[in-house]
């Protein structure tokens, strides 16, 4: 996302057009900026008083699980179940890779034994 202009800039456009009587399109050449931004700043103003620039927020997902105990105790009574049966028993519409990013979240998992098989095969190639 593009960086804002600084505050200190916009009040040196804005006291030129206001104080200085220039117009906006020639506030828009001499500080080489477009003359909707000059239109947006002062929309701004005369919603909020102040011409400062919004917050930048990352962009983020609203996540569709937000009650994580909740989801625990679904998970635990619901386990034997896939993914797409599980996301079909949510309340609410989710979908089965939302349930797995979840599940991988709360730690859950269908394995059973810690450790994987041992493979039948000793290194040398001979059955062990």
Do not use: C
């Not at 929309?43 to 569709?64: I, L, M, S, V």
């Not at 599980?86 to 450790?115: C, V």
């Amino acid at each position: 996302m593009a960086k804002p202009y600084s505050y200190d800039f916009r009040q040196k456009v804005l006291q030129a057009i206001d104080l200085d009587g220039l117009k906006k399109s020639e506030a828009s050449e001499l500080f080489n900026i477009s003359r909707n931004t000059i239109n947006l700043w002062l929309q701004r103003k005369a919603e909020t008083g102040d011409f400062q620039a919004k917050p930048n927020r990352p962009p983020g997902n609203n996540h569709k699980i937000t009650d994580w105990e909740q989801f625990r105790t679904f998970a635990k009574a619901h386990g034997d179940k896939t993914q797409v049966e599980m996301a079909q028993l949510w309340e609410g519409d989710i979908s089965d890779r939302t349930i797995s990013r979840a599940l991988k979240k709360i730690g859950f998992t269908r394995k059973k034994r810690p450790m994987a098989t041992k493979n039948g095969m000793s290194r040398n190639g001979k059955r062990s």
